[in-house]
């Protein structure tokens, strides 16, 4: 018997037996289409995030108070006017800086409420996010420098309080800390296209863009906390922010009062958490991949039990032992390859199902569907061995008479 005919008589049984093929099929099917979807909806969501990232400047450093040493900040050690100017004389490395300062509250139109995120920072800010203008400007160095009562918010917001995004020149309440102030629309910006990154990086929150010399003329105070770099080369960002942090150092003449913390870094960081935790999920749901091996062979060896006399008729007529081995192990075989590709059609179904849900799209790696494809063949052999083994062992006499 060649080997077309081995695979032409192993399709021809599992054809006859339908029903107890799918459910032998089911471990193999169920344990492959779980890890594309896991891999791929996964795989999703990190490029979504980090699309989000993108949005914010990837050649981004940020100069904060070291907050771990609160107790020993002073009011000397804040940030001033002065700081700014002396890091621009650094190089020209600094294409951007901007002050900034993050306040939670509302906007609020007639009966209408919205959580916003009220962004104190320079003109320059536009610059070192990225930020993409749909209508009007964003905040002026006069707007800045004269403490305005404008704000920049974005599409998000528009919609919600005014069920259009046309609203240049309008006005709304902003409320912070308990103090209502009404400011002016100069501008509206796109807002994140990602559900994901979105719900990550704003928490939920519109984000309103305001002069920080206005947000802290209602508070009262003139300090400032941190300070948003774009530099021009992402390779240079941990030598100028430590430059940066150096020079505040000698100016304030303090130490261990300033950190760096780039968006590269937060980036890798993240990226490295989602690939193991992509990876942990994908080993356990790889574990259903043995269950369905296990099913296979078990399967398996009720297919040997019952065709004993034709494995007996097959050997009194001269088929070897390899011919019989061979038979039942691509037997197994094609069912794992069979349960695979069933199973990687099901887990593609899967992974955009839950992207219509999650409003991002899945990302299928080829080399991972190729992988799971060569590892359900493997299961087939693995597993169909044992029972392949024991079918040609069996002796023709004895074979024959089975019933």
């Given amino acids: 018997m060649n080997f077309i005919e081995c695979i032409k008589l192993a399709v021809s049984c599992i054809w006859q037996n339908k029903m107890r093929s799918i459910l032998t099929m089911l471990g193999i099917i169920i344990g492959i289409a779980s890890v594309v979807a896991v891999v791929a909806v996964m795989q999703g969501g990190q490029a979504d995030i980090n699309k989000s990232f993108d949005k914010f400047g990837s050649n981004r450093v940020v100069i904060q108070i070291n907050w ?26 600094i294409i951007a800086i901007s002050p900034i300062d ?65 609203v240049v020149g309008m006005q ?28 990550i990086m704003e928490g939920g929150y519109s984000t309103v863009y305001m002069p920080l010399t ?21 390779n240079q960002i941990n030598d100028i922010g430590n430059k940066v942090v150096d020079l505040l150092h000698r100016r304030h003449r303090n ?3 300033y950190t760096m913390q780039s968006l590269n870094q937060a980036i890798e960081e993240f990226n490295k958490v ?12 790889g574990i259903s991949l043995f269950v ?33 081995l061979v038979q039942f192990l691509i037997e197994a075989i094609i069912i794992s390859i069979i349960g695979g590709i069933l199973g990687m059609l099901t887990g593609v179904s899967i992974a955009y199902l ?38 040609a062992q069996l002796d023709p006499i004895e074979a024959l008479r089975y019933e």
Avoid at 181 to 189: D, E, H, P
Wanted: charged content about 25%; hydrophobic content about 40%.
């Fill in 68 to 93: 771990r040493e609160q107790d020993k900040i002073t009011i000397k050690d804040y940030f001033t006017e002065t700081d700014i100017k002396a890091i621009r004389n650094i190089g020209d490395d």
């Fill in 102 to 166: 993050n306040y939670y509250g509302k906007g609020k139109v007639d009966k209408k409420n919205e959580n916003i995120m009220i962004s104190g920072v320079s003109h320059e800010q536009s610059e070192i996010e990225n930020i993409e203008l749909v209508s009007g400007r964003f905040i002026s160095q006069n707007d800045y420098i004269t403490k305005k009562y404008v704000v920049v918010i974005d599409e998000k917001l528009a919609k919600k309080l005014y069920d259009r995004t046309d």
């Fill in 172 to 199: 709304f309440d902003v409320i912070m800390r308990g103090t209502t102030n009404t400011v002016t629309i100069c501008g509206v910006i796109k807002g994140v296209d990602s559900s994901l990154g979105s719900a």
């Fill in 214 to 234: 206005t947000v802290n003329k209602i508070f009262y105070n003139n300090y400032l906390y941190a300070i948003n770099l774009k530099v021009s080369d992402s």
């Fill in 255 to 257: 130490e261990d009062k």
């Fill in 274 to 285: 989602t690939s193991t935790f992509t990876f942990i999920i994908a080993i356990i749901a």
């Fill in 292 to 324: 369905g091996g296990i099913g296979i062979m078990n399967i398996m060896l009720v297919s040997v039990t019952e065709r004993t006399r034709e494995i007996g008729i097959r050997k009194s007529l001269g088929a070897s032992k390899e011919n019989i």
């Fill in 354 to 391: 839950i992207s219509l849900v999650a409003k991002w799209p899945p990302i299928f790696s080829i080399v991972h569907i190729m992988v799971a494809f060569f590892i359900t063949t493997i299961i087939g052999i693995i597993f169909g061995v044992y029972p392949a083994y024991k079918a």
